[in-house]
């Protein structure tokens, strides 16, 4: 074990992935890429009476000697180039081994580049009929709708499979405290249901092992670790993170006694890949359950997680019904009411039926409008000014005001919560959201701020909480947090407003103001919503081709298949479009003088190859150099020169010519076509970001290329305009003004 000394002030820090032990219920051994022996724990001569007292530096075929088994000769060195090509060893495990005449498990997994192989007994330690109670199990899971009876159920029927005395679905808060939710036990033992932990009952770097192992068992607190042998030479510690025998935190293993638990064991529940709570069994006399049952056990948890996911969509997707219904009426409303104001806070749907709210209010023009329940007069224009000096960011929430306003201690019952979309800092206007407090009564599972007196025999003896004895906590001043839906909303909502402002304003320079903020606004959320969608998008591809493969599957499904993943790379090809469109905004610019023949040569080339049209004639003219952001001035060519090509294909004879001309400091290029042209009334909306026209449906692309260029030659002070003609073909102009860099 490494010289970290555990102790209530670092056990939120304590490596806990590391411990240098293991359980004595099985034993490890660690073996690198060569089959040599590198770690092993110091029992095994407690189930191989054979073995030597140090193996390190041995083959692992040593070990295989002294096994009973019917495997071939190296058979673990052949076990492990199956998990090299399955990429992991799922598939294999557990392997079944005879030790002395009992049935063990082989469980292998990865801990860096070495290979965990730990033995554990393959029988459970009491009678587990789990692969028979399994499809009841499931079904029983996913006959409830209501969350509450989906939960409640699960921890029953987590129960019924392994028979703890009690079964808990423990759910953590945003702070990492935990509540019990759900609770099946048996009769003589007091409920638990709706106590709270506090989060260091289960620390940070516990939660995070619990996203990465999905199981725990600890077979039995009074049990003495094993400790890791290693070479004297070695100073690697070993990162046990997804070994079943990983030896327990000190600190826990006092808990668990302070409660008078003998054996734990944990499922995770995992939502959007981020722990949302844990099925925490506990008996009061040891247990041991093997592998087999433990991953049983694992795949109602990921049942389980799969049904909280698939019941939070669909309460989410409602939410967004709602909103959508009610941001379609206000858009309507800004269309037809001269008055923003008229229009976000007297009509028939107001800001307040944006999202799940108290009150809101619409600071415009230096007056504020009140919508539900709002603070005062007074008390608005005091909270006004401290939102002027305090808040920066464009959009700011929080759950507790009063933290960080004290003021708001005042008025708490109608704005502990707080929501602020700016729509423009230098004007003062802004749309305002409130929620009221909500107050909690909690019941803790003991004090979780009382401290601990210290002890004589520190390690052994520290307890983080003696007592579990109910103590109850009422906390007022803090709202219901503001959910990721919520920001969504008031972003659509802002952006919306801020288009009917920018067209209700009554100078250009409020207007190019209010363009300024718009425009950052769309950047960021963009840039972040593209970046959100590209790991969901490349899941959906994924599992579709992986259907495609299932033979079991009809021509049509397989065609549907077919046509998600084809669309799935449509998706993901506009969002590419997307994020390149987004960091135009945020790169900085490198203004250098260019070869443009040599650029503009490299791309005809590529495309020769990329479409290999022999008909296709490329005509170049004069190509003088340019000064600008070489990557920007590649995007530039790239996507213009791209377009005439792609769009001449269909041409009985495709032609693209490209020629330049120096006009005095400036210079002049045209990339011409006589490809499918553009319609007339087309023209003015071609730099549009996603317009794509009519005529170019059929052919690949984004619509974010020439809205792309449009803003790089903005960047670059220069110009950009199109001619066109239906069946005729395009011709794009582009002036760098060198005077302006």
């Excluded at 099946?184 to 009952?201: C, I, T």
């Excluded at 990721?484 to 919306?496: A, G, Q, R, T």
């Excluded at 080339?605 to 003219?621: A, F, P, R």
Aim: proline share 3%.
């Amino acid at each position: 074990m490494s010289g970290f000394q555990v102790d209530l002030t670092n056990c939120d820090i304590e490596p806990i992935h590391i411990p240098g032990q293991i359980q004595s219920h099985g034993f490890m051994i660690v073996i690198d890429d060569t089959m040599i022996i590198q770690f092993h724990s110091d029992n095994i001569n407690k189930f191989i009476s054979q073995a030597a007292d140090l193996l390190i530096g041995k083959s692992i075929s040593y070990i295989e000697d002294l096994l009973n088994h019917d495997h071939q000769p190296d058979f673990i060195r052949n076990l492990i180039s199956i998990g090299k090509s399955n990429k992991g060893f799922q598939r294999i495990n557990p392997v079944p081994i005879t030790i002395s005449g009992i049935q063990y498990y082989l469980i292998i997994s990865l801990s860096g580049e070495k290979y965990i192989l730990e033995f554990e007994l393959s029988a459970s330690s009491f009678q587990l009929d789990v692969q028979g109670l399994m499809g009841n199990t499931i079904a029983e899971i996913l006959t409830y709708s209501k969350m509450e009876e989906l939960l409640e159920n699960t921890a029953v029927q987590v129960k019924q499979v392994i028979d703890f005395d009690r079964v808990m679905i423990y759910r953590f808060a945003q702070d990492g405290h935990g509540e019990v939710v759900a609770e099946a036990k048996n009769q003589v033992l007091s409920p638990w249901l709706g106590l709270h932990y506090p989060a260091s009952d289960i620390p940070r770097q516990a939660r995070e092992l619990y996203k990465l192992n999905l199981t725990r068992l600890i077979a039995d607190v009074e049990s003495e670790p094993a400790r890791i042998n290693k070479a004297k030479n070695n100073s690697e510690d070993l990162d046990l993170t997804y070994s079943q025998l990983r030896a327990v935190s000190p600190i826990h293993i006092q808990y668990l006694k302070n409660m008078g638990v003998a054996s734990s064991f944990s499922i995770s529940l995992k939502l959007k890949d981020e722990l949302w709570g844990l099925i925490a069994c506990h008996n009061y006399t040891p247990r041991f359950i093997d592998f087999k049952s433990r991953e049983y056990a694992k795949l109602i948890g990921q049942i389980t997680s799969s049904a909280l996911e698939f019941r939070q969509n669909e309460e989410t997707l409602r939410k967004e019904n709602e909103f959508n219904h009610s941001l379609e009426k206000i858009i309507k409303q800004l269309m037809e009411t001269e008055s923003i104001e008229k229009a976000l806070a007297s009509e028939e749907t107001t800001i307040l039926d944006i999202l799940k709210c108290s009150g809101a209010v619409l600071v415009h023009n230096k007056k504020i409008y009140k919508l539900g329940n709002t603070p005062d007069d007074k008390q608005l224009l005091d909270l006004m000014l401290w939102v002027n000096d305090q808040v920066k960011d464009t959009l700011y929430q929080t759950d507790n005001l009063s933290k960080v306003y004290p003021k708001a201690s005042e008025y708490k019952d109608s704005a502990s919560g707080i929501l602020i979309s700016t729509l423009s800092k230098e004007l003062g206007d802004y749309l305002i959201w409130f929620r009221a407090e909500q107050v909690q009564n909690l019941k803790w599972a003991g004090n979780p701020n009382k401290s601990v007196p210290p002890n004589a025999n520190e390690l052994l003896n520290i307890s983080p909480r003696n007592s579990f004895a109910i103590w109850n906590e009422t906390i007022t001043g803090i709202a219901e947090s503001w959910s990721i839906e919520d920001i969504k909303s008031v972003i659509k909502l802002k952006e919306e407003v801020n288009y009917g402002l920018n067209h209700k304003a009554g100078t250009a320079r409020i207007l190019n103001e209010r363009l300024k903020l718009a425009y950052q606004e769309l950047e960021s959320f963009s840039y972040t919503i593209s970046h959100d969608l590209k790991n969901p998008i490349a899941s959906i591809k994924s599992y579709a081709q992986l259907l495609i493969r299932d033979q079991n599957i009809l021509e049509r499904g397989q065609q549907m298949l077919q046509r998600i993943a084809d669309r799935a790379d449509q998706m993901n090809l506009m969002i590419n479009a997307v994020l390149d469109y987004s960091r135009i905004g945020r790169t900085a610019m490198r203004f250098h003088p260019i070869k443009t023949e040599n650029l503009i040569t490299d791309i005809v080339n590529d495309l020769d190859l990329i479409y290999g049209n022999k008909k296709l004639k490329v005509v170049m003219g004069e190509i003088p150099d340019v000064k600008g952001d070489p990557i920007m001035v590649l995007q530039v060519f790239s996507n213009l020169i791209s377009n005439a090509v792609k769009y001449s294909q269909h041409s009985s004879a495709p032609e693209v010519h490209i020629s330049g001309e120096l006009v005095g400091n400036k210079v002049h290029y045209s990339i011409k076509d006589n490809g499918i042209g553009i319609a007339q009334n087309d023209l003015l909306s071609i730099f549009e970001l996603f317009n794509r026209m009519d005529n170019v449906k059929d052919i690949e692309g984004s619509g974010v290329g020439l809205a792309i260029v449009k803003r790089i030659m903005e960047k670059h002070k220069g110009t950009i305009i199109a001619e066109s003609e239906l069946g005729v073909g395009s011709t794009f102009r582009l002036v760098f003004d060198h005077d302006q860099i």
